[in-house]
C-alpha cells in the first residue's frame, strides 16, 4: 500500500475501500461508514508520509551516471527497461524514502520487503535467498521466487529459474542477509550515495 495514496490520491483510496474494485478481488465493504472509510484512507496516505520521511541531499544528475555506470540496470527496471532479477524501480521514490534507500544500498539483505501470505499462513518475505544443495553434490543459490510444501523454485544471478522438489535435494538452507545487490557502503563515498539516492527519489511514476 505504500505509495497508494501519492498516486491515487486520499478521497479515491477512501471510494475503493467503500465500493471495491469491479472485476478484481477488491471487495467492497458494506459494514464501513463513510467517516470510517476516510479514517482508513488517511492512515494509508500516512504510510507515505512515514516512509518517504527525511530529505535527498544529493545531485539526482550525478546519482543517474553512478546508477548508469554501476550496472544497476543489469539487475533492476525503470520503465520496462533492465533486468527482472531485482525489484522493479520505477515507483522507487513514491514507495520509499531517502533514509530507507541509503539503508538498502548499504546493507541491501537486511530487512527485506514482506508482502501477502506465504505458505500456511506465513508472511512471504521477497527476494529471499537461498542455498540448494542437490543429491549429487550441485549447489545452487538464489531468489526464492515461488514455493509450496513440497516445491521451490529459485532465480539465479542471470535471471534463469531453477525449479527442486524438496525432497530430492540433500539440503535446502535460508541465507538471511545475503543479496545479489553487492553493497556500496564501501564503494561509494557519502557524497556519491547521497547523489544516487537523490535519483532514486525522482523515480516517481511507471511511465
Known amino acids: 500500500l505504500h505509495g497508494v495514496a501519492a498516486v491515487l490520491g486520499v478521497p479515491a483510496v477512501q471510494s475503493i475501500i467503500r465500493r471495491g474494485i469491479e472485476g478484481t478481488a477488491m471487495p467492497g465493504s458494506t459494514t464501513l461508514s463513510e467517516k470510517e472509510a476516510a479514517n482508513i484512507a488517511a492512515y494509508i496516505g500516512k504510510l507515505d508520509s512515514a516512509i518517504n520521511a527525511g530529505n535527498a541531499t544529493g545531485d539526482p544528475h550525478k546519482g543517474e551516471g553512478l546508477y548508469n555506470s554501476g550496472g544497476c540496470s543489469a539487475c533492476h527496471m525503470i520503465a520496462g527497461q533492465g533486468g527482472s532479477i531485482g525489484p522493479d524501480l520505477s515507483r522507487i521514490g513514491a514507495a520509499r524514502g531517502p533514509t530507507n534507500l541509503k539503508a538498502r544500498l548499504q546493507d541491501p539483505g537486511a530487512n527485506l520487503p514482506q508482502v501477502g501470505d506465504g505458505p500456511f499462513g506465513s508472511r512471504w518475505t521477497q527476494y529471499l535467498m537461498y542455498r540448494a544443495v542437490e543429491k549429487d553434490g550441485r549447489v545452487m543459490e538464489g531468489v ?19 525449479g527442486f522438489r524438496k525432497p530430492d535435494l540433500r539440503s535446502l538452507e535460508k541465507e538471511p542477509g545475503k543479496s545479489f545487490m553487492p553493497s556500496f557502503k564501501e564503494t561509494l563515498s ?18
Open 144 to 162: 526464492r521466487v515461488g514455493e509450496d510444501s513440497f516445491t521451490i523454485v529459485l532465480k539465479d544471478a542471470g535471471g534463469k529459474l531453477h
Open 190 to 207: 557519502a557524497p556519491q550515495l547521497d547523489d544516487l539516492v537523490a535519483y532514486l527519489m525522482t523515480l516517481k511514476s511507471a511511465q
